[in-house]
């Protein structure tokens, strides 16, 4: 009797033991990276689409994201990246609001060891080592599109002078300065070409209407085109164009940046001539970036995504949604 109870004991023991070694080790739910992030604001269908994209972007790569939105404050963004520093995240990323102003805090994460990835716009900085990458658009080519996109159009109008009015984003930012620069550079050189005004819309819709109704009463039917930095601002300045008793892409040629549906579609309905992709699908390269980057792996120092022309020379119809 004692024999087999002790056979008993050490079967049901085996089984125990059997069970616990032969268990699927647990799959790991803990997120494969912390990741800190500073968004501007939400002042425009593409910044919206772009906070949408980057949390989608987490989510599908397992990881944990902390993302603030700093309401187009840069003292919000500081703010941020500070309580990021002292939450310990594995790498930091942020859309700064302007270039300058960033030494301080990215010299506090350089000595806590947490990378750093811009995304979307750059700083401008003396020192070295305080960012890792950079993932945005090409600024300047984008401007310079435009530019191209309208020598084509005063050729094809057979236009003798074509005078400019220029609604800027927000001084001092990157994509503000440097689609500038690239529009200025595309035309220069082009005797018909006169830029009679630029004025700053800080990417806003208000701004942009705002704008456009102080340039139709300073020049009004002088203004042979708008040549505006994002899409918010041309939707903005649209129905003032009207208002006034003008008919925006014919009567102005309308040169748009962005590419969200919004304009899209009216680029379809013919009041905007030109619209400029600058795609917000930014989210899968930085998650890829920061995983580079928990592991030591190299990365590229600036990553520009490709980006095309939206213009009345095609079958706009063709288009296909934009998705944001
Ligand atoms: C461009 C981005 C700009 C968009 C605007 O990458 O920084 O900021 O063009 C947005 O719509 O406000």
Not at 59 to 75: P, Y
Not at 81 to 102: H, L, M, N, Q, T
Not at 210 to 215: F, P, S, W
Not at 250 to 259: F, P
Request: proline share 3%; aromatic share 6%; charged share 25%.
């Amino acid at each position: 009797m004692r024999k087999r109870l002790s056979l008993l004991v050490c079967l049901l023991l085996s089984i125990v033991l059997c069970a616990g070694c032969s268990k699927e080790p647990e799959q790991s739910t803990e997120p494969s990276l912390l990741l800190g992030f500073s968004q501007i604001g939400s002042e425009s269908a593409w910044r919206i689409g772009n906070t949408r994209d980057i949390e989608e972007s987490a989510d599908k790569n397992g990881i944990s994201l902390m993302l603030e939105n700093a309401n187009q404050k840069q003292e919000n963004q500081i703010a941020a990246i500070r309580r990021f520093i002292a939450y310990k995240v594995d790498v930091i990323a942020f859309s700064p609001i302007v270039e300058d102003g960033w030494d301080n805090v990215l010299e506090e994460a350089k000595t806590a060891g947490i990378p750093v990835v811009l995304v979307d716009r750059d700083i401008s900085t003396e020192k070295e080592g305080l960012t890792a990458c950079l993932i945005g658009a090409d600024f300047y080519k984008e401007g310079y599109m435009a530019g191209e996109y309208l020598v084509r159009k005063a050729d094809s109008l057979n236009l003798e002078h074509v005078n400019i009015v220029e609604i800027t984003g927000t001084t001092n930012s990157t994509p503000m300065r440097q689609r500038q620069a690239g529009f200025m550079d595309a035309i220069a050189g082009d005797e018909r070409m006169n830029v009679m005004e630029s004025i700053d819309g800080d990417f806003l819709k208000s701004r942009g209407a705002e704008n456009m109704r102080y340039l139709l009463e300073t020049y009004g039917g002088e203004i042979d085109a708008v040549y505006s930095h994002n899409d918010e601002m041309t939707l903005g300045a649209l129905p003032e164009i009207e208002k006034a008793g003008f008919i925006p892409g014919k009567d102005m040629i309308i040169i748009s940046i962005d590419g969200g549906q919004e304009a899209i579609d009216v680029l379809k309905s013919g009041k905007i001539n030109c619209v400029v992709e600058c795609t917000p699908k930014l989210g899968n390269v930085l998650m890829e970036t920061a995983l580079k980057l928990k592991s030591g792996e190299a990365v590229e120092g600036v990553i520009h995504p490709e980006e095309q022309v939206f213009s009345d020379e095609m079958d706009t119809s063709k288009i296909a949604p934009r998705g944001y």
